[in-house]
């Protein structure tokens, strides 16, 4: 989600985000991560512009 979101969202121009991730995370559906790497990539996006 990182490495798409500056081309398949910022890049729209939106006034507004509303990021729903971590879901897959937590499940364990992509593998182990830990709340520090979701909360970390979270924090990522929020600071991209």
């Known amino acids: ?11 729209l121009n939106p006034k507004r985000v509303v990021i729903l991730a971590g879901t897959n995370d937590i499940a364990g559906n992509t593998g182990y991560s830990t709340v520090k790497m979701i909360s970390d990539n979270i924090k990522a996006m929020m600071n991209l512009d």
């Open 1 to 11: 989600m990182l490495i798409r979101f500056t081309p398949d969202v910022l890049d």
